[in-house]
């Protein structure tokens, strides 16, 4: 038997691209990961975490902006 550890992705969506945001820290949770972030992109701040979903090999994590339109 073989037991892989998966890595972990965290998916973030800007102005339509997609980007793979890398683990910055194997000890970190995910809220400290989307925290770590959120310096770069401030809209992390108020994003929804959803998953994880394994594709790939990998453990992906999406972070999805909860900003709307208002009205």
């Not at 000890?27 to 992390?44: E, M």
């Not at 959803?50 to 594709?55: N, Q, T, V």
Request: proline residues 4%.
């Amino acid at each position: 038997m073989k037991v892989n550890i998966l890595k972990r992705v965290f998916l973030h969506k800007e102005n339509g691209q997609e980007l793979k945001l890398t683990d910055p820290n194997e000890g970190f949770t995910v809220a400290d990961v989307q925290n770590f972030f959120a310096g770069t992109y401030p809209v992390l701040t108020n994003a929804k975490v959803f998953g994880p979903e394994i594709k790939d090999d990998e453990m992906q994590y999406r972070f999805e902006s909860t900003m709307g339109t208002k009205g």
